[in-house]
């Protein structure tokens, strides 16, 4: 049974950080991508950040390229998302996701969700 935990959210202020963990039992780390996704009040699921077992490659949603950092600690089991220079914009529930197929951008993609974790930032 795989199962992913995230935890880290709260309420910032704009230029503020956080770092999100995801904790992974299971073998969700055997997955080739392991992925951030963030869900707005009303707004679709979207691409965050991914990372590739292999070789740490990682890639960004345009939008966080330059302030999101993901990054995996395997020893751990665990999967982290450094926020720097935060946005009201970035406010929503975070999402880690075990990637079971096909482009990594799309939430299909995925078979393994956790719960999510709220991030507010205040302006």
């Known amino acids: 049974q795989v199962q992913l935990v995230e935890s880290g959210g709260g309420l910032v202020q704009t230029g503020d950080s956080l770092r999100l963990s995801c904790e992974a039992s299971?073998?969700?780390?055997?997955?080739?991508?392991m992925t951030w996704f963030r869900q707005a009040p009303g707004k679709d699921r979207e691409f965050v950040a991914a990372?590739?077992?292999?070789?740490?490659?990682?890639y960004y949603a345009d939008s966080v390229k330059g302030r999101f950092t993901v990054s995996r600690a395997d020893a751990e089991n665990t999967l982290y998302l450094q926020m720097n220079m935060l946005k009201p914009e970035d406010t929503a529930v975070y999402y880690c996701?075990?990637?079971?197929?096909?482009?990594?951008?799309?939430?299909?993609?995925?078979?393994?969700w956790g719960q999510g974790t709220q991030v507010t930032v205040s302006s």
């Open positions: 299971g073998r969700a780390f055997s997955r080739p991508f």
């Open positions: 996701a075990a990637h079971s197929g096909g482009s990594i951008a799309f939430t299909q993609s995925y078979d393994v």
């Open positions: 990372i590739f077992w292999r070789g740490n490659k990682t």
